[in-house]
């Protein structure tokens, strides 16, 4: 039976083969240090979870709650927003709560998208960014460049070669998956260049408060007058280990607010109120919960770095986000991304998501993810250790289970 229409503009999800493997891995009794998938693993503070029982208590909470997200929760954004970025918000146009960011992308890419409409990502990128507008009928210009002195070279390639002209521009720093930080010069250029060329700006800013060398990453609504073509997606999920209550929002730019907004009115009708209420506690807070997850997250990319290096696997150390994004090893580059991903799952019992997941052009890469205690990551090192000397020494049996079929 043919697929339908829009799963088939999907391709096959590589994410999905590297999990088959890991639980047939752990299926074996493999104990797999698991630094794949960026699902935080440190609870959710307790005065959060407090706010949430105290609140889920009120029967009247239990009720449909507000798709933009109740007034309170508007309110706490946009002061976090006051507060970190000296941006300001109007909490009634300018705000709206959404099921994480990626419920906001999806959506936001519903509201704006006509068929053919052309959107420059990225390329690696989060998943989202791209399939989002390619599900609502858009296409994807593919940019393959970084923060800097290239990337307004590129946005003009871009335009110049793209009809109808590019519709939306996606930004998304720091980056998941390569972990680069923009600066607020190069968030100036971009503005620039946008309203020259008409073009939504659209900042995936959901690891803001995760930065581990003193220079908090911006917002590119910091710069004067972006707002005029900009929104801003965050999340609580990373910044408050948060990542099962799915509560995030965008803000920005009202007529495009308006749009998502109308949107989720017919789709949701928002989270479940006492979530909400949590997160509005947790935003009002002091920021001391942010900075220690923050923190356990710098100590664990120093261990991370430091011991895959002695396990002789390089790996850059990120400036901020909660990944390392790693080159894979040259003697195993050929293979690519996704086959090396299952050697090291069937000889390392350590799982990554392969490069090519992000986009083409992450192939010759492994995003490692900090979702591991200190101890389990020093463990995939060693297992990495003995991997990568036993390849050194007998290259002809550390091969791909797939390349036996």
């Not at 935080?40 to 798709?67: F, G, M």
């Not at 390569?178 to 600066?183: K, W």
């Not at 290096?309 to 150390?317: D, E, F, L, N, V």
């Not at 998501?353 to 900090?370: I, K, N, Q, T």
């Amino acid at each position: 039976m043919e697929e339908f229409h829009k799963v088939r503009r999907l391709p096959p999800y590589v994410f999905e083969q590297v999990n088959r493997l890991k639980a047939s891995a752990r299926s074996r009794g493999a104990d797999i240090v698991d630094l794949g998938m960026g699902n935080p693993d440190l609870p959710t503070p307790k005065a959060i979870v407090d706010k949430l029982c105290e609140v889920v208590r009120d029967p009247r909470t239990h009720r449909y709650s507000s798709s933009r997200g109740i007034p309170g929760l508007r309110r706490a954004q946009a002061n976090y927003y006051a507060r970190r970025f000296g941006v300001k918000l109007n909490p009634d146009t300018q705000v709206v709560a959404t099921l994480g960011s990626k419920e906001g992308f999806a959506n936001m890419a519903q509201a704006i998208t006509a068929p053919g409409d052309v959107i420059l990502c990225p390329n690696p990128t989060y998943p989202i960014h791209a399939f989002g507008f390619i599900m609502s009928g858009g296409v994807i210009r593919s940019l393959q460049v970084e923060p800097d002195d290239g990337f307004i070279p590129a946005l003009e390639r871009g335009v110049r070669h793209s009809i109808p002209k590019p519709l939306a521009l996606i930004l998304n720093y720091p980056s998941n998956p390569t972990a680069l930080v923009a600066s607020l010069d190069f968030y100036k250029d971009v503005v620039a260049f946008a309203k020259k060329n008409d073009i939504i700006i659209l900042s995936d800013l959901a690891y803001s408060e995760i930065y581990f060398d003193g220079n908090p990453p911006p917002s590119v609504l910091q710069v004067p007058g972006a707002i005029d073509v900009c929104v801003e997606f965050t999340s609580m999920s990373k910044t408050f280990s948060m990542p099962g209550w799915r509560m995030g929002f965008a803000v920005g730019n009202e007529r495009l607010i308006s749009a998502l907004t109308r949107v989720k009115s017919y789709l949701d009708y928002g989270a479940f109120t006492p979530i909400q209420v949590a997160t509005a506690h947790a935003l009002n807070g002091d920021g001391a919960d942010i900075a220690e997850v923050r923190d356990i997250y710098h100590k664990r990319r120093d261990v991370m770095v430091d011991a895959f290096g002695r396990a002789g696997w390089t790996i850059p150390a990120p400036a901020a986000s909660m990944f390392a994004w790693a080159p894979i090893p040259e003697p195993f580059r050929h293979l690519g991304s996704l086959e090396f991903s299952k050697l090291l799952i069937e000889h390392a019992d350590v799982a990554v998501a392969p490069g090519v997941g992000f986009g083409e052009h992450g192939d010759d890469f492994v995003r490692v993810a900090l979702v591991e205690n200190e101890h389990r990551i020093r463990q995939a090192a060693r297992n990495i250790k003995r991997f990568l000397s036993a390849s050194a020494k007998q290259p002809n049996n550390v091969v791909p289970l797939s390349a036996h079929r």
